[in-house]
């Protein structure tokens, strides 16, 4: 089993920053490809950003610019810089891991494991 364990949202000011973190655990071994996700109120989940397992980066036209991913392949821990906050950033943000072949990085059925969230607020 693996689990997925998301933090560091919380509560800022428009213009500002909020680093994400995706802590991954369990039987889970080698490269694997990342990403986050995000689900703002009566909206449908969309990608954000996903890293491959060559880590090569892939980030929505929303964000790119702004957002910056990370990972720490010691630590099996994936990060989200997110710079200049603008209150359409305001969502729950997962991250999700090991995901199929082809399709869209930013595909939900894609990935099979999920995190439980962490809330964004941005206020303007």
């Known amino acids: 089993q693996v689990q997925l364990v998301e933090s560091g949202g919380g509560s800022v000011q428009a213009g500002g920053s909020l680093r994400l973190s995706c802590a991954v655990s369990?039987?889970?071994?080698?490269?694997?490809?990342m990403g986050w996700f995000r689900q703002a109120p009566e909206k449908e989940r969309a990608g954000v950003a996903a890293?491959?397992?060559?880590?090569?980066?892939t980030y929505a036209d929303s964000v790119k610019g702004r957002f910056t991913l990370s990972r720490d392949n010691a630590k099996n821990t994936l990060y989200l810089q997110m710079n200049s906050l603008n209150a359409e950033d305001t969502a729950m943000y997962y991250c999700?891991?090991?995901?199929?072949?082809?399709?869209?990085?930013?595909?939900?059925?894609?990935?099979?494991?999920w995190g439980q969230g962490t809330q964004v607020t941005v206020s303007s």
């Open positions: 999700a891991a090991i995901c199929r072949s082809g399709g869209s990085w930013f595909a939900l059925s894609k990935y099979n494991y």
């Open positions: 369990g039987k889970i071994y080698g490269r694997y490809c």
């Open positions: 890293i491959g397992r060559d880590g090569t980066t």
